[in-house]
């Protein structure tokens, strides 16, 4: 069944490719009921079809040598056994009809030229080519060529397929204005044709005489509307399009295929021409061409399909040219068979020069992992598929790749014991019983490192070498996770090894629990019956019956907790291994749970190895997006409320101790509130909600909720509920109150445990008075440190017995890159500082999904040190024991790329015809189950300019396309009014997820995301109108969307262009097919290299494009690094380290004395490498402290802010005072002065 199932799940799923390869490439676009080869469609085929097409040449001779006109002469009968002379309206200077010569009208003559004609930045391939590589001794190929050219269709060769009970429809009796050409329109075999040419002007429906004016009075819908007393329309209205068709313009599609045996053993010096036996237009040519060269191991060959028509003139390429559309060879095709096919290249490493400094040792590295990968061609100007069984490479203008799914689990499942969460808490086994199972699970790692030696001894010297220090790094991590087992032996490790096991599972059972904290819910929704408040309930919870699943980690989730026992459980292991811990895993593996399990494990062993001065902040966790912030923020809260839950226990009292359990989000003020009081403090929103809840029914507190808090992660009651009192009225309950100067959050089900207060806190002053135990904050707000006077409490770096964070979390490394990167290393640097004690620095743990020289990241970020990327690869790309790749596959991509249209109009037809696809979904019986999984559409953005762009067209040229395309395709949709719903009001139904939206509406942007497309979201009014309501049709997205999103309804995403480095676009697109088959489509620019070079090697990156990812920049030593972040690194030190520099009035008490552990720091972290950059921050560095001290004397009461410069204060003599409030302040790199004595020359 879950097979079947699937089945019909990827069935919905080519719905969407088959219609963008039928609309968009063709055949088969137009609905007329003959096969795709032979296809009709209702309009010119260049507007029609946006890729797959191949040109004429341009010449640059003018169209005319004489006044004569350009429509006239275009018009000229080239069509051989057609002596219709072409409508002068259809030339490009008329593509506009009926407008009156004013300013509003000659602008829509201007958007509409730019919407017909060939823009010239588009692409105009006149060739399509394929290379392959051939054994050296094949002498010849078969080659099969094959291409559509179209035609006007003649009247004798129209006919569309109808239903008998259609055609008849046309001459019912009692329609007002009947069909006056019965005689002219007849009925075949299932087909409707005209027995002739209509008599009469067919323009537009203002001008239509004879019978083309008969026929449109005809159709008018009025005249169609039944006069009775039931209403509705005469049948004639729902098959009117038909006929429609069939009296307008039409083009006709002739098929060519070219079988050719061709001689590969050299270069041919001119194209071969094709012979057309029934060639029917005289300019119309084509060919094709071979390129052969050779090296040592193979024979390269060059298939080339060329365009040979007659060359056109540039200043007429119009897509309603009728010569232009005559000469072009639409859905061009190049197909090779040979059984001397070999692989395009050798994968294997071969011995490099023996000087050391030009290898690339990761590089190496990466092709030793990817050797196995195989590519069998490339393309130009197109893309290539191969069939290696078949022996055949073939072009293709829609490639497509499905990336295999990750298995997390054992092939062992009597290993499995060693990862049920029960069996490793407090309810589960003994700690013998637990280590022998670590042990079991530890050995077999040891095991599948055995077969990685065997299978090296297969590999060549090059390659041995090279795999040596792969299974060397496995051999450490296993060395480190048996030496970890060890550890259990100490009764406090134990303890809070099974006190975070605890609380992983405890956790896991809320977040899964639709009656928990995984679905939200109102007051009336609560299932009263379930008490969660004791710690029974979860000893006793049947996690198979009540969640379908038994609670495990992933086999790296649980090594990656043992990798960190020794690191947390005793610090001064840190000091020797000085080591970050890097979890490498593929988006949607659970890496966050890893790191939150760590998190667990280290919070609890603060509390149980310390009986006082336990307290403050334990781990850090640090995130560069708002978005992402947003999303795991709910998560770790989770965590914490778990622990504040299990710290009321009486069985944890003397573990976990008195002080509670808390987690605080740190963010910017744009997020949340940073103060009680004044304007945009949190009062002031507690009290508009006060004011919005005596409104009763026609109040909303939720609008003024910008706390980050939508609902307990406990219970999943909602933070705003409503309900009614014993009169019926109104009453709206909520869980934020200002008291005392501080913000109380809690609960508002009286029956949840946290219904008295929750142990999480928003607010920055509350935040400074009693720090969290798990503070959680964006990168971007510890530049605040420098203008803070009471952040210090963080830190405890100024008590004697208080403890600093044990660990620091850092998500998404692969975002600290470039400016930000750089900035943010040299910042680290005082992090580093203000979390050590007695010379121990805090533990240091990370994740990515893309890693590529991460060493060299790790080394500028947090200071030489070395990073251990877990789990380590195995020597080939789809093994690394703790995952391995599938045969399944739920993620497609597919790659678009355009002939002859700009990328806007691609990107507009695109979106349209994925609209259309999804109500095909919905429309077919078999898929349309699987309608809500692809009914909304994320389109990626490289920029907010491009946003806009579109955001702009959603309303309009979306809409009237997706309409259009709906109508076109109208056999699929009848009756057609009844299916509007799909398109009407698209604009009111897009969310953004892009900087550019507050982040008080982030998190209810995802939560509307999460919103099902169902049947009860089509809503027809009293007057048969249809609407969508509650549901997200469209999403514009930026890479905001491209980490931390798991919505598993997103299975349907546009990539509109490449994003400027490969790991953002695996991060974006892998939100896409999580739990179901999803499909991306990648809308690429012909005019830009880099993209059609991934087009033309489509299936080759995308079979490997792990392997691809760039290398990360980061300069943290620099001058314009150390200019821009010096002063606010170094204050945010002194302010925070010193007691008696704290406050805004202690500026004063600065000595340079003070400043002297931060400058040998500095030294010791980059200065050794480069003595000269250290020389110029050791200038810039005691300018500064020169300046402070000789402030500080100079006045008695000196003030960090009357000191320190904002960005936008800046200027000429207070540059170096001048302190970053955010890192995302590197962007401003130019500041105008207008001088207002200034004079021209």
Sequence with gaps: M???????????????????QRGMIGPGSDMWGLPDEEEIISDYPLPRYFSGVLFPNKSETPATQSGEDDAALESESLFNGNDEEEDPSDEENKDVEGTKDTGEKQEKIKVARQDFNLDTNSFFPTNIGITIAVDKSVKDIEVEFSFGLYTQAKTEERKIKISKAGYDSFFEEGIPYPLPFRDVLKYEDGYMFLNRELKGEQKNPE??????????EFKNRRNLIRQTEEGGYFSAFYHVGKLEKLLGRAWKRTPYIFTESISVEKSFKTPVSFD???????????????????????????????NQSEDHPANRFSNRSENLNFKSLFQGSIKVQTNGLIEYKDNSLNTYAEDDEIRDSEAEEIELIYRNIKSYGIGHNCSVIWDVKRKTVQSTFLPEQNINDVINEFEDSSLDKALDMRNLSIWGLSKDEIKVNLKDFVLSYDAWINKQVQEKNSLNNTEKEVADRVIKRQQQNY??????????????????????NTAMLIQLIISNDKNLGKTEKDLFEIDKSINANRLEYFEHYDTLKNLGFVPKYRPFQLAFLLLSLDEIAFPEKRKANNTVDLIWFPTGGGKTEAYLAVAAFTIAFRRISNETNYGGTSVIMRYTLRLLTAQQFERASRLIATLEFMRCQPEFADALKVEPISIGLWVGQASTPNKIGGDNGASVFVSQMDEEALKGEKGNPERKNVFQISSCPWCGTKSVSKEKNSKGETIWRYGFKVNRGELKVSCINKQCHFHKGLPIQVVDENLYENPPTLLFGTVDKFAMLAWQDEAHNFFKANTVNGLPPDLIIQDELHLLNGPLGSITALFESTIELLCTKNGIAPKIISSTATTRNTQYQIEKLYGNR????????GINHNDSFFSRESTESKRRYIGFMATGKTSIDTQLQLLAHLFVSRLEVYRNKETTEFANNYWTIVSYYNSLKDVGKIFNKVGDEVTNFTSTLQYRLEDLFNPIDDFNFNYMGISSRTEELTSRVESSRIKAVLKELELPFEEKNIVTTDKGFRYLNDVVDFVLATNMISVGIDISRLNLMLINGMPKNVAEYIQASSRIGRKTNGLVVSLL????????????????????????????????????????????SLVAFVRNKYPNLNKDTDATNFKPVLAEEYRLFIEQRFGVQNREMMTYFERRYQNIVDDWESKAKASNDLKYKRLLKRPSDKNESAIDWTVMQSMR????????????????R
């Design 207 to 216: 001008r239509a005489k004879g019978e083309y004016g008969e026929f449109d």
């Design 1225 to 1240: 302040e590197i962007d401003t790199d130019t500041f105008i002065r207008i001088k207002s004595n200034f004079e021209w």
């Design 276 to 306: 057309f036996p029934d060639k029917i237009y005289k300019l119309t040519g084509a060919g094709y061409n071979i390129k052969v060269y050779e090296d040592a191991r193979a024979r390269f060959v060059k298939i080339q399909l060329v």
């Design 2 to 20: 879950k097979n079947q199932t699937d089945d019909l799940d990827k069935k919905a799923r080519q719905i969407f490719q088959d219609r963008i």
């Design 479 to 500: 060395n480190r996770l048996n030496e970890n087992i060890n550890l259990l032996d100490d009764a406090k490790v134990f303890k809070a090894f099974q006190l975070a």
């Design 1085 to 1128: 620019d012909p005019n830009r290299a880099r993209e059609k070079s991934y087009f033309e090697h489509f299936i080759n990156f995308h079979q490997a494009f792990y392997k691809s990812v760039e290398p990360l920049s980061i300069t943290p030593f620099t001058e314009s690094t150390i200019d821009k972040m010096l002063t606010t």
């Design 866 to 873: 070395k990073v251990n990327i877990f789990p380590p690869s």
